[in-house]
Protein backbone atom coordinates (compact mmCIF):
# COMPACT_ATOMS: atom_id res chain seq x y z
CA UNK A 1 0.00 0.00 0.00
CA UNK A 2 1.39 3.85 -0.78
CA UNK A 3 1.11 5.94 2.63
CA UNK A 4 1.09 9.85 2.22
CA UNK A 5 3.35 11.42 4.43
CA UNK A 6 3.97 15.31 5.49
CA UNK A 7 6.14 17.32 8.22
CA UNK A 8 6.01 20.32 10.32
CA UNK A 9 9.33 22.12 11.91
CA UNK A 10 11.32 20.10 9.62
CA UNK A 11 14.67 22.26 10.50
CA UNK A 12 17.17 20.83 8.55
CA UNK A 13 15.39 18.03 7.44
CA UNK A 14 16.62 14.78 9.03
CA UNK A 15 13.41 13.46 9.91
CA UNK A 16 11.72 13.89 6.83
CA UNK A 17 14.57 12.84 4.64
CA UNK A 18 14.19 9.96 7.25
CA UNK A 19 10.65 9.32 6.62
CA UNK A 20 10.98 10.11 2.64
CA UNK A 21 13.59 7.07 2.51
CA UNK A 22 11.18 4.82 4.51
CA UNK A 23 8.09 5.77 2.35
CA UNK A 24 9.96 6.00 -0.92
CA UNK A 25 8.48 9.40 -1.82
CA UNK A 26 8.70 13.26 -1.00
CA UNK A 27 6.33 14.86 1.27
CA UNK A 28 2.97 16.06 0.28
CA UNK A 29 3.49 19.36 1.52
CA UNK A 30 6.08 20.96 4.47
CA UNK A 31 4.59 23.15 7.69
CA UNK A 32 6.65 25.07 9.73
CA UNK A 33 6.12 28.41 11.88
CA UNK A 34 8.49 31.80 11.28
CA UNK A 35 10.85 30.96 13.94
CA UNK A 36 12.15 28.18 12.13
CA UNK A 37 12.59 29.75 8.63
CA UNK A 38 16.89 30.00 8.42
CA UNK A 39 16.77 26.39 9.99
CA UNK A 40 14.08 25.29 7.30
CA UNK A 41 15.73 26.83 4.54
CA UNK A 42 18.84 24.34 3.85
CA UNK A 43 15.59 21.71 3.94
CA UNK A 44 13.87 23.50 1.39
CA UNK A 45 16.65 24.54 -1.03
CA UNK A 46 17.49 20.38 -1.20
CA UNK A 47 14.04 19.52 -1.31
CA UNK A 48 13.07 22.25 -3.80
CA UNK A 49 15.86 23.41 -5.62
CA UNK A 50 18.42 20.55 -5.70
CA UNK A 51 15.99 18.11 -6.30
CA UNK A 52 13.05 19.72 -8.33
CA UNK A 53 10.52 18.47 -6.17
CA UNK A 54 8.38 21.62 -5.87
CA UNK A 55 6.80 20.81 -2.37
CA UNK A 56 4.50 23.21 -0.68
CA UNK A 57 6.38 25.05 2.28
CA UNK A 58 3.43 26.51 4.29
CA UNK A 59 4.21 29.13 7.13
CA UNK A 60 1.58 28.65 9.17
CA UNK A 61 1.86 31.98 11.47
CA UNK A 62 2.14 33.97 7.88
CA UNK A 63 -0.05 32.60 5.59
CA UNK A 64 -3.60 31.40 4.45
CA UNK A 65 -3.61 27.38 3.62
CA UNK A 66 -4.36 26.94 0.14
CA UNK A 67 -7.60 25.21 0.49
CA UNK A 68 -7.06 23.01 -2.31
CA UNK A 69 -4.40 21.78 -0.12
CA UNK A 70 -4.86 17.48 0.35
CA UNK A 71 -4.53 17.73 4.28
CA UNK A 72 -5.03 14.19 4.48
CA UNK A 73 -2.25 12.17 4.83
CA UNK A 74 -0.82 9.00 6.70
CA UNK A 75 2.14 9.86 8.69
CA UNK A 76 3.72 13.62 10.04
CA UNK A 77 6.85 14.18 11.73
CA UNK A 78 7.74 16.92 13.36
CA UNK A 79 11.48 18.03 14.68
CA UNK A 80 10.55 21.10 17.33
CA UNK A 81 13.09 22.33 19.57
CA UNK A 82 14.51 20.47 22.15
CA UNK A 83 16.40 23.42 24.22
CA UNK A 84 13.58 23.28 27.04
CA UNK A 85 14.39 19.94 27.85
CA UNK A 86 18.53 19.84 26.76
CA UNK A 87 20.65 19.04 29.95
CA UNK A 88 22.63 21.62 27.61
CA UNK A 89 20.88 24.40 28.69
CA UNK A 90 20.88 26.23 31.50
CA UNK A 91 17.09 27.13 31.57
CA UNK A 92 16.13 23.38 30.82
CA UNK A 93 13.12 22.91 33.17
CA UNK A 94 9.17 21.18 32.29
CA UNK A 95 8.27 24.88 32.33
CA UNK A 96 10.25 26.52 29.93
CA UNK A 97 8.80 28.27 26.90
CA UNK A 98 10.67 26.31 24.54
CA UNK A 99 8.26 23.33 25.31
CA UNK A 100 5.41 25.20 24.20
CA UNK A 101 6.36 23.99 20.28
CA UNK A 102 5.85 20.51 20.64
CA UNK A 103 2.12 21.57 22.58
CA UNK A 104 1.29 23.95 19.19
CA UNK A 105 2.40 21.63 16.81
CA UNK A 106 0.89 18.51 17.72
CA UNK A 107 -2.34 20.13 18.79
CA UNK A 108 -2.25 21.57 15.09
CA UNK A 109 -1.43 18.34 13.60
CA UNK A 110 -4.40 16.40 15.60
CA UNK A 111 -6.99 18.67 15.52
CA UNK A 112 -6.61 20.05 12.04
CA UNK A 113 -4.51 17.11 9.85
CA UNK A 114 -5.26 14.16 11.82
CA UNK A 115 -3.32 11.63 10.53
CA UNK A 116 -2.95 8.16 11.66
CA UNK A 117 0.34 8.44 13.00
CA UNK A 118 2.34 12.11 14.21
CA UNK A 119 5.82 11.62 15.73
CA UNK A 120 8.85 13.95 16.71
CA UNK A 121 11.93 13.99 18.39
CA UNK A 122 12.98 15.57 21.55
CA UNK A 123 15.60 15.70 24.27
CA UNK A 124 16.42 13.01 26.66
CA UNK A 125 14.75 14.32 29.49
CA UNK A 126 11.05 14.17 27.92
CA UNK A 127 11.42 10.24 28.65
CA UNK A 128 12.26 11.08 32.44
CA UNK A 129 10.73 12.31 35.84
CA UNK A 130 12.38 15.70 34.85
CA UNK A 131 10.20 15.44 31.48
CA UNK A 132 7.14 14.00 32.93
CA UNK A 133 5.12 17.28 32.93
CA UNK A 134 5.99 17.53 29.34
CA UNK A 135 4.76 13.93 28.15
CA UNK A 136 1.55 14.60 30.42
CA UNK A 137 0.78 17.45 28.55
CA UNK A 138 1.61 15.75 25.36
CA UNK A 139 -1.04 12.77 26.21
CA UNK A 140 -3.46 15.44 27.76
CA UNK A 141 -3.54 16.94 24.05
CA UNK A 142 -3.52 13.05 22.69
CA UNK A 143 -6.59 11.87 24.64
CA UNK A 144 -8.45 14.77 23.67
CA UNK A 145 -8.28 14.14 20.04
CA UNK A 146 -8.79 10.73 19.96
CA UNK A 147 -4.81 9.24 20.11
CA UNK A 148 -3.05 7.39 21.97
CA UNK A 149 0.59 8.14 23.32
CA UNK A 150 3.94 6.63 23.00
CA UNK A 151 7.83 7.57 24.06
CA UNK A 152 10.72 5.59 22.79
CA UNK A 153 13.92 6.59 24.59
CA UNK A 154 17.12 5.46 22.58
CA UNK A 155 20.85 6.38 21.38
CA UNK A 156 22.08 6.64 18.31
CA UNK A 157 24.84 4.32 18.85
CA UNK A 158 22.44 1.93 19.30
CA UNK A 159 21.43 2.32 15.46
CA UNK A 160 24.87 2.56 14.21
CA UNK A 161 25.50 5.53 14.56
CA UNK A 162 29.35 6.94 15.37
CA UNK A 163 27.21 8.94 18.25
CA UNK A 164 26.41 8.00 21.57
CA UNK A 165 23.18 10.92 21.48
CA UNK A 166 20.44 9.78 23.56
CA UNK A 167 17.39 10.89 22.64
CA UNK A 168 13.35 10.86 22.81
CA UNK A 169 11.43 10.01 20.00
CA UNK A 170 7.52 10.45 20.86
CA UNK A 171 4.49 9.22 18.74
CA UNK A 172 0.75 9.59 18.57
CA UNK A 173 -1.14 7.35 17.02
CA UNK A 174 -5.32 7.44 15.80
CA UNK A 175 -7.23 5.41 18.55
CA UNK A 176 -6.35 3.32 21.52
CA UNK A 177 -4.30 0.75 19.81
CA UNK A 178 -0.48 1.23 20.26
CA UNK A 179 2.44 -0.45 18.33
CA UNK A 180 5.48 -1.95 20.39
CA UNK A 181 7.94 -1.21 18.65
CA UNK A 182 11.12 -3.27 18.99
CA UNK A 183 14.49 -3.23 20.28
CA UNK A 184 16.98 -1.96 17.89
CA UNK A 185 20.94 -2.77 18.17
CA UNK A 186 23.12 -2.28 15.05
CA UNK A 187 26.67 -2.82 14.51
CA UNK A 188 27.90 0.63 14.84
CA UNK A 189 30.17 2.36 12.99
CA UNK A 190 33.39 3.86 14.25
CA UNK A 191 33.76 7.68 13.25
CA UNK A 192 36.87 7.08 11.48
CA UNK A 193 35.08 5.38 8.61
CA UNK A 194 32.76 8.65 8.28
CA UNK A 195 35.89 11.36 8.97
CA UNK A 196 38.44 9.33 6.51
CA UNK A 197 35.75 9.61 3.14
CA UNK A 198 37.33 11.82 0.61
CA UNK A 199 36.04 15.21 -0.26
CA UNK A 200 35.44 16.34 -3.77
CA UNK A 201 37.45 19.67 -4.00
CA UNK A 202 34.44 21.28 -5.91
CA UNK A 203 32.10 19.94 -2.45
CA UNK A 204 30.47 23.64 -1.77
CA UNK A 205 30.80 21.66 1.80
CA UNK A 206 34.21 21.00 2.01
CA UNK A 207 34.77 23.86 4.30
CA UNK A 208 36.65 23.37 7.87
CA UNK A 209 34.46 24.96 10.38
CA UNK A 210 37.68 25.85 12.02
CA UNK A 211 40.24 27.70 10.20
CA UNK A 212 43.15 26.94 12.84
CA UNK A 213 45.80 24.66 12.65
CA UNK A 214 44.55 21.85 15.54
CA UNK A 215 48.43 21.41 16.57
CA UNK A 216 48.38 24.79 17.26
CA UNK A 217 46.09 24.89 19.88
CA UNK A 218 47.58 25.86 23.62
CA UNK A 219 45.12 22.76 25.08
CA UNK A 220 46.47 20.45 22.03
CA UNK A 221 50.07 21.42 22.61
CA UNK A 222 50.10 20.89 26.59
CA UNK A 223 48.26 17.48 26.27
CA UNK A 224 51.28 16.41 23.80
CA UNK A 225 53.62 18.14 26.21
CA UNK A 226 52.36 16.19 29.42
CA UNK A 227 51.75 12.77 27.36
CA UNK A 228 55.49 13.31 25.76
CA UNK A 229 54.59 12.97 22.14
CA UNK A 230 55.16 15.46 19.44
CA UNK A 231 52.49 14.76 17.05
CA UNK A 232 48.71 14.14 17.89
CA UNK A 233 48.65 10.95 15.66
CA UNK A 234 50.91 9.94 18.43
CA UNK A 235 48.50 11.18 21.12
CA UNK A 236 45.63 9.84 18.65
CA UNK A 237 47.48 6.40 19.18
CA UNK A 238 47.62 6.50 23.21
CA UNK A 239 43.64 7.53 23.29
CA UNK A 240 40.95 4.23 23.79
CA UNK A 241 38.27 6.91 22.46
CA UNK A 242 37.83 10.38 22.24
CA UNK A 243 39.01 11.98 24.86
CA UNK A 244 38.56 15.91 25.25
CA UNK A 245 42.54 17.40 25.62
CA UNK A 246 41.42 20.03 28.04
CA UNK A 247 40.89 17.33 30.46
CA UNK A 248 43.08 15.36 29.47
CA UNK A 249 46.60 18.07 30.04
CA UNK A 250 44.50 18.65 33.13
CA UNK A 251 44.65 14.61 34.57
CA UNK A 252 48.40 13.92 32.58
CA UNK A 253 50.20 17.40 34.22
CA UNK A 254 49.35 15.90 37.83
CA UNK A 255 48.75 19.53 39.02
CA UNK A 256 47.10 22.92 38.17
CA UNK A 257 50.60 24.38 39.28
CA UNK A 258 52.70 21.92 36.18
CA UNK A 259 49.84 23.39 34.00
CA UNK A 260 49.81 26.86 34.96
CA UNK A 261 53.99 26.55 35.02
CA UNK A 262 53.91 25.34 31.64
CA UNK A 263 51.68 28.05 29.93
CA UNK A 264 53.19 30.70 31.95
CA UNK A 265 56.39 29.82 30.56
CA UNK A 266 55.02 29.89 27.02
CA UNK A 267 53.49 33.62 27.73
CA UNK A 268 50.01 32.39 27.69
CA UNK A 269 48.00 34.57 30.54
CA UNK A 270 44.55 33.93 29.62
CA UNK A 271 45.64 30.30 29.83
CA UNK A 272 47.14 30.56 33.31
CA UNK A 273 44.21 32.68 34.19
CA UNK A 274 41.48 30.02 33.41
CA UNK A 275 43.39 27.37 35.03
CA UNK A 276 43.78 28.94 38.54
CA UNK A 277 39.99 29.47 37.72
CA UNK A 278 39.83 25.73 37.17
CA UNK A 279 42.06 25.10 40.23
CA UNK A 280 39.60 27.24 42.49
CA UNK A 281 36.51 25.74 41.50
CA UNK A 282 37.88 21.96 41.98
CA UNK A 283 38.77 23.08 45.69
CA UNK A 284 35.31 24.54 46.18
CA UNK A 285 34.08 20.63 45.27
CA UNK A 286 32.70 22.16 41.71
CA UNK A 287 33.38 21.55 38.01
CA UNK A 288 34.94 23.44 35.64
CA UNK A 289 33.70 24.37 31.97
CA UNK A 290 35.73 22.02 29.62
CA UNK A 291 33.74 22.15 26.86
CA UNK A 292 36.80 22.42 24.22
CA UNK A 293 39.57 20.66 21.32
CA UNK A 294 38.16 17.03 21.46
CA UNK A 295 40.52 14.30 19.39
CA UNK A 296 37.65 12.17 17.91
CA UNK A 297 38.46 8.37 17.88
CA UNK A 298 36.32 5.14 18.16
CA UNK A 299 32.89 6.98 18.67
CA UNK A 300 31.48 10.35 19.64
CA UNK A 301 29.24 12.14 22.26
CA UNK A 302 26.12 14.12 20.68
CA UNK A 303 27.28 16.50 17.74
CA UNK A 304 26.10 19.82 19.34
CA UNK A 305 27.25 23.41 20.27
CA UNK A 306 30.71 24.01 19.86
CA UNK A 307 31.58 20.37 19.04
CA UNK A 308 31.88 21.00 14.98
CA UNK A 309 34.35 23.62 16.17
CA UNK A 310 36.32 21.99 18.09
CA UNK A 311 36.43 18.38 16.97
CA UNK A 312 39.80 16.99 15.83
CA UNK A 313 39.98 14.25 13.63
CA UNK A 314 43.19 11.76 12.50
CA UNK A 315 43.78 10.61 9.52
CA UNK A 316 45.32 6.67 9.76
CA UNK A 317 46.94 7.06 6.56
CA UNK A 318 48.53 10.48 6.53
CA UNK A 319 48.43 10.99 10.12
CA UNK A 320 47.44 14.35 9.44
CA UNK A 321 45.34 16.28 12.08
CA UNK A 322 42.21 18.52 11.25
CA UNK A 323 39.01 20.44 11.93
CA UNK A 324 35.47 18.64 10.81
CA UNK A 325 34.54 20.29 7.43
CA UNK A 326 30.97 21.11 7.18
CA UNK A 327 30.81 18.10 4.84
CA UNK A 328 31.88 15.85 7.91
CA UNK A 329 29.36 17.27 9.97
CA UNK A 330 26.70 16.25 7.50
CA UNK A 331 27.50 12.91 6.97
CA UNK A 332 27.83 12.14 10.92
CA UNK A 333 24.44 13.28 10.39
CA UNK A 334 23.69 10.62 7.99
CA UNK A 335 22.64 13.88 5.58
CA UNK A 336 22.57 13.27 1.47
CA UNK A 337 25.73 13.97 -0.02
CA UNK A 338 23.99 16.36 -2.10
CA UNK A 339 22.83 18.07 0.96
CA UNK A 340 23.75 21.66 1.36
CA UNK A 341 23.59 25.23 3.75
CA UNK A 342 21.98 27.38 1.93
CA UNK A 343 23.68 30.58 3.22
CA UNK A 344 26.22 33.16 1.78
CA UNK A 345 28.50 32.11 4.85
CA UNK A 346 27.61 28.32 5.90
CA UNK A 347 30.12 27.98 8.46
CA UNK A 348 27.41 30.19 10.72
CA UNK A 349 25.17 27.81 10.17
CA UNK A 350 26.78 24.87 11.47
CA UNK A 351 25.04 24.70 14.45
CA UNK A 352 21.98 24.27 12.64
CA UNK A 353 23.41 20.88 11.74
CA UNK A 354 23.44 19.92 15.23
CA UNK A 355 19.58 21.14 15.37
CA UNK A 356 19.39 17.86 13.55
CA UNK A 357 17.99 14.08 14.01
CA UNK A 358 20.62 11.91 12.40
CA UNK A 359 19.24 10.37 9.24
CA UNK A 360 19.26 6.71 9.65
CA UNK A 361 18.46 6.78 13.71
CA UNK A 362 14.99 8.63 12.58
CA UNK A 363 14.33 5.94 9.69
CA UNK A 364 14.41 2.84 12.07
CA UNK A 365 11.67 4.89 13.76
CA UNK A 366 9.92 5.96 10.42
CA UNK A 367 10.51 1.81 9.66
CA UNK A 368 8.89 0.87 12.30
CA UNK A 369 6.05 2.92 11.64
CA UNK A 370 5.44 1.55 8.15
CA UNK A 371 5.05 -1.91 9.81
CA UNK A 372 2.57 -0.54 12.21
CA UNK A 373 0.52 0.67 9.11
CA UNK A 374 1.04 -2.96 7.60
CA UNK A 375 -0.36 -4.33 10.92
CA UNK A 376 3.27 -6.26 11.04
CA UNK A 377 3.46 -5.27 14.72
CA UNK A 378 1.62 -6.43 18.03
CA UNK A 379 -0.62 -4.10 19.59
CA UNK A 380 -1.73 -3.22 22.98
CA UNK A 381 -4.52 -0.74 24.46
CA UNK A 382 -3.04 1.70 25.95
CA UNK A 383 -3.35 5.31 26.28
CA UNK A 384 0.79 5.92 27.05
CA UNK A 385 3.21 3.54 26.36
CA UNK A 386 7.23 3.79 27.21
CA UNK A 387 9.49 1.73 25.65
CA UNK A 388 13.53 2.24 26.42
CA UNK A 389 15.67 1.13 23.77
CA UNK A 390 18.83 1.76 26.58
CA UNK A 391 17.52 -0.68 29.48
CA UNK A 392 14.76 -2.86 26.95
CA UNK A 393 12.57 -2.29 29.41
CA UNK A 394 8.51 -1.66 28.25
CA UNK A 395 5.67 0.16 30.05
CA UNK A 396 2.24 -0.02 29.00
CA UNK A 397 0.18 2.37 31.00
CA UNK A 398 2.99 2.45 33.74
CA UNK A 399 3.35 -1.21 34.09
CA UNK A 400 6.09 -3.42 33.33
CA UNK A 401 4.86 -5.24 30.01
CA UNK A 402 6.12 -8.65 28.48
CA UNK A 403 5.93 -9.64 25.19
CA UNK A 404 4.67 -12.82 24.01
CA UNK A 405 6.81 -13.14 20.32
CA UNK A 406 10.43 -14.63 20.91
CA UNK A 407 11.29 -12.72 17.41
CA UNK A 408 10.81 -8.82 19.38
CA UNK A 409 14.38 -7.81 19.70
CA UNK A 410 16.62 -6.94 16.79
CA UNK A 411 19.77 -7.69 16.87
Known amino acids: MIYKHATIIPLIGGMPIAQQLTFNKPPEFVLSYSAFGANDSHYIHWLNEINKYNIPYIVLDEENI ?24 VSSSAENKTNDWMYISAKQI ?47 RLHGNPQIRPRTFFFFFEGDQVPIFPFIRKEQEMVESILSKGISSDDLMNISINKANPEDDPWVKAAMYFEEVETLFELYNKIPNTTNLIIHAVNKAETFDRLSDYFESHGLDRHV ?31 IGAMPFSFIAIDEKTQKSKYLTLRDALRLMKMPEDFILKHENPVSCSNHICQNVPVLTAKDMSDQILNYLNRDLELVTATEVKISNISKTILVNGKPYRQNSSTFSLF
Open 66 to 89: NPHLNKHVDVICATPPCAGLSSFS
Open 273 to 303: KKTRHMEKKVSENKGYWAHGVTLVKNEIPSL
Open 110 to 156: LEEYRPKVFWGENAPRLFTVKGKPVADELIKIGKENGYSFMMYGTQS
